[in-house]
């Protein structure tokens, strides 16, 4: 059975990024206002599983076969932007079903990209989203505060006049998506130094 994922926005030497006809046609079809969920994170870290497990659990077995790719081996499985080409619904505070789509990305740190393509791929998901969600796994370290200080890098370069860069943290945050990290595989007690508990925000 076809995946219902396809590519959205993907990129090559010569051409750069260019946005697919299919995502684009699939997208035009959209007459109303929707959310977009889009994760980010480091690559061969299960970034594609958590899509499937978080919007496929209660599908049918035929449409669970059709979820977003994943593998094995050290190869990333998704090059440049992905778009489920179906559509979800969410429940608002005000009870109303919202439309959202999902967009799946490449992962940060593969071997055979630079961090001027990283940072490009995650520029293009933070501005597409409206809910970012960010994969980690294991314990947090220098490494994981890294490649998330990117986002926080990406405010001092976005301009949101044609003329100024935005420097008002107000202003910024009416741009920048709701965030969410999921950190997986965290094994470790969270306390502080007197052995206090400690919330996970």
Not at 133 to 157: F, P, R
Request: hydrophobic share 40%; charged share 25%; with cysteine.
């Amino acid at each position: 059975m076809q995946s219902v994922a396809i590519p959205f926005i993907m990129y090559t030497v010569e051409n750069g990024f260019q946005i697919n006809n299919e995502a684009s046609e699939f997208l035009s079809q959209l007459k109303t206002k929707f959310g977009v969920i889009a994760i980010c994170g480091k690559y061969r870290t299960g970034k594609s599983y958590i899509l499937n497990k978080l919007f496929m659990e209660n599908l049918a077995e035929e449409r669970k076969k059709r979820g977003l790719q994943v593998g094995p081996t050290i190869n990333p499985c998704t090059k440049g932007l992905w778009i489920w080409k179906e559509i979800f619904y969410a429940q608002t505070d005000e009870e109303k079903e919202t439309p959202i789509i999902i967009i799946d990305t490449e992962g940060l740190g593969a071997f055979d990209e630079d961090d001027n393509h990283d940072t490009k791929i995650f520029l293009l998901a933070l501005l597409l989203c409206s809910l970012l969600i960010y994969n980690s796994v294991g314990s947090i370290d220098e490494n994981v505060l890294n490649n998330l200080s990117l986002v926080v890098n990406l405010s001092k370069s976005l301009q949101i006049k044609n003329d100024e860069k935005a420097e008002d943290p107000d202003e910024l945050a009416e741009y920048f998506p709701s965030f969410l990290w999921i950190l997986r595989d965290f094994a470790l007690r969270l306390v502080d130094q007197d052995g206090n508990q400690l919330t996970s925000k």
